[in-house]
Nanobody
Framework: RVQLVETGGGSVQAGGSLKLSCAAS????????MGWFRQAPGKEREGVAG???????KYADAVKGRFTISRDNAENMLHLQMNSLKPEDTAMYYC??????????????????????WGQGTRVTVSS
């Protein structure tokens, strides 16, 4: 069965950086759509970044220019490099993987409904 395990969360001051990783088992990260989502307390889950089978990426406006999604096919992992962190980036961050075939439009990569498998999340706290 598919398992996604996120690591790399933690507490950091505003302006700092963190790198989140998502280790996949029972699933090959290459050739699939994958994404990062976050959910802040009292808010709905939102798409942060997505990557398509050809490594094209899509970012939420709130993180564009600060976050970078990438994957390591050899290690079968997905990453999210987060720079210039802000207090509003505080949230639980989730890795997501799509199983279904069929192409997505770029903006659809930020829709949670596009994904079939989810990790348990890793917490990011940014203090001012």
């Amino acid at each position: 069965r598919v398992q996604l395990v996120e690591t790399g969360g933690g507490s950091v001051q505003a302006g700092g950086s963190l790198k989140l990783s998502c280790a996949a088992s029972g699933y090959t990260v290459s050739n699939h759509y994958m994404g990062w989502f976050r959910q802040a307390p009292g808010k709905e889950r939102e798409g942060v970044a997505g990557i398509d089978p050809h490594d094209s990426t899509k970012y939420a406006d709130a993180v564009k220019g600060r976050f970078t999604i990438s994957r390591d096919n050899a290690e079968n992992m997905l990453h999210l490099q987060m720079n210039s962190l802000k207090p509003e980036d505080t949230a639980m961050y989730y890795c997501a993987a799509r199983e279904h075939s069929g192409w997505l439009l770029a903006f659809q990569m930020l829709f949670s409904s596009a994904y079939d498998h989810w990790g348990q999340g890793t917490r990011v706290t940014v203090s001012s």
